[in-house]
């Protein structure tokens, strides 16, 4: 970051930063701005003109510009720049304007029933709440960007994505939202650290308990974490809900189903965490996701949990020697999904339904998830896009072992929706698991405290429920 991405899609880390402000997008004056785009019939201005084609499927008329908006936190925005040169050798006479900011809620939403942006990359702390953009119909469905035809590689755009990107995007059936990252998520330590030493990395919580010992007498905390935003520790959190009890129950939580939150081991699956901070292994302070990253780099803490943004967020401090190493979150003896990984798309594109040039957006879309634009993302942030085989030729150990964790993972990957579905929930979960990690609450009474935060949603009928069924 500077602010950091997410999906995560869920995860993503806005989808995912999953929205640390997003429950208070109704308060703003803006919120009376979507709701005026509610029905409204989208812009005609330039999204008509040129004939279609398949370098140019959705007619795109030259001498037009199109506004691009980029998020610019941990991903940083070069590979976007890349994306406007690409863009450009297919369109030249077409005009891009791009600009990149931290604050899209504060700077885009404003605009979204006057004279939007064409483009906006929607991520970060100040992101705009997918769930209202989408009931009020404030953006774009593009369901047609994924059957128009892929930029540079055969097939169509949703044949070129790698699983669950569309998934990610898809809401009342309907395809919204373009993530174009793609982030692993887990426990990162030194490589380098751990040969000198002769530690093993631990693969469950009670390699990691027998571990803690040996490296407090090294003058280090054996984790660190990001304990100002709670969507951070809602990550690994989730992820050893999910590890522990599988799949289902997690769907039954997105899909506020009676006492879901009381299923079987979803309590013993948060209970490691509980004991992590009562045992003081826990690096001290409140430090947020820069300071928390910056402290595992000097040595101050063993593991860090994050996504894989991490390398290229903090490239200007990383000591030399230092070998950046995802591993999977620890697992417990029984646990039902022990080798799902998490991962998912993020950092996500909307197209306003006022946008002037909504074929142009559609259009830099396609170069965004086109073969060279992935890799080229891969490249300049060490980490995965969304496009299949990204990574592929990029020389890096971090993505590396984000790779190697990929492969051996099985073939569900973990994901939650709910943060997507309802900006309340969202928010309430954030700011439980803070209170979890802080020693605030045990692992029982975060349970029955999201039980009850899920039943005010599901019993309120003024919030429109969602759906997952996968």
Same mark, same amino acid.
């Given at each position: ?52 084609? !398949? ?6 008329? $030259? ?6 908006? +980029? ?11 890349? &994306? ?13 304007? %791009? ?12 605009? %979204? ?17 997918? *769930? ?10 593009? &369901? ?7 930029? $540079? *590689? ?5 044949? /070129? ?22 982030? +692993? ?34 003058? %280090? ?55 992590? +901070? !009562? ?12 300071? *928390? ?14 996504? @894989? ?21 620890? /697992?417990?003896?029984? &646990?039902?999904?022990? !080798? ?10 909307? +197209? ?31 980490? =995965?896009?969304? @496009? ?7 020389? &890096? ?15 569900? =990957? ?22 979890? %990690? ?9 349970? $029955? ?19 997952? @069924?996968?």
């Amino acid at each position: 970051m500077s602010d950091s991405p997410e999906n995560i899609g869920d995860l993503s880390r806005r989808t995912l930063l999953q929205r640390a402000a997003a429950a208070g997008l109704l308060a703003v004056p803006a919120a009376g701005m979507l709701s005026a785009c509610a029905g409204s019939e989208p812009s005609k201005s330039e999204d008509s003109g040129a004939a279609k084609s !398949k370098d140019n499927p959705f007619g795109v008329k $030259d001498g037009s510009a199109v506004k691009v908006v +980029v998020f610019n936190g941990g991903l940083g925005d070069q590979w976007a720049k890349e &994306d406007k040169v690409l863009f450009n050798a297919k369109h030249p006479n077409i005009t891009v304007n %791009m600009s990149s900011t931290q604050k899209i809620k504060t700077e885009e939403q404003p605009k %979204m029933a006057t004279q939007p942006s064409d483009l906006v990359m929607n991520s970060g702390a100040d992101i705009m709440d997918r *769930s209202t953009l989408i009931n009020e119909g404030a953006i774009e469905p593009l &369901d047609d960007l994924l059957t128009a035809p892929a930029w $540079d *590689s055969e097939g169509t755009v949703a044949d /070129s994505l790698l699983p669950g990107t569309v998934t990610d995007g898809t809401q009342n059936g309907k395809f919204y939202v373009v993530n174009v990252a793609y982030t +692993v998520w887990g426990n990162w330590y030194n490589a380098a650290l751990f040969k000198r030493e002769g530690w093993q990395a631990p693969t469950t919580w009670d390699d990691f308990f027998a571990l803690a010992p040996k490296i407090k007498a090294k003058g %280090m905390a054996p984790y660190v974490h990001d304990a100002a935003h709670g969507y951070y520790p809602r990550w690994a959190l989730f992820a050893s809900i999910w590890k522990a009890v599988g799949k289902q129950p997690i769907i039954d939580i997105d899909n506020l189903k009676d006492n879901a939150w009381k299923a079987d081991g979803i309590v013993a699956a948060l209970e490691p965490w509980e004991k992590l +901070v !009562k045992d003081k292994l826990l690096l001290p302070g409140k430090l947020d996701h820069t300071q *928390s990253q910056q402290a595992w780099l000097d040595g101050k803490a063993a593991f860090i949990q994050v996504g @894989t943004w991490l390398k290229n967020e903090m490239s200007a401090t990383i000591p030399p020697g230092f070998e950046m190493t995802l591993s999977d979150y620890w /697992s417990k003896p029984g &646990d039902k999904a022990a !080798k799902d990984v998490f991962a998912s798309s993020g950092e996500g594109f909307v +197209v306003p339904s006022k946008a002037p040039n909504k074929a142009a957006a559609k259009e830099f879309l396609r170069a965004i998830l086109s073969k060279a634009g992935s890799a080229k993302f891969a490249e300049l942030t060490k980490s =995965l896009a969304s @496009t299949k085989g990204s990574g592929d030729n990029v020389q &890096d150990t971090a993505l590396a072992s984000a790779n190697t964790l990929m492969k051996s993972g099985s073939t569900d =990957l973990i994901s939650v929706k709910f943060p997507d579905f309802y900006a309340d929930l969202d928010k309430e979960s954030q700011n439980l698991s803070e209170e979890l %990690m802080a020693g605030r609450l045990t692992a029982q009474q975060f349970v $029955d405290k999201m039980q009850a935060a899920a039943d005010k949603v599901a019993k309120d009928s003024s919030v429109k429920k969602q759906t997952r @069924t996968a």
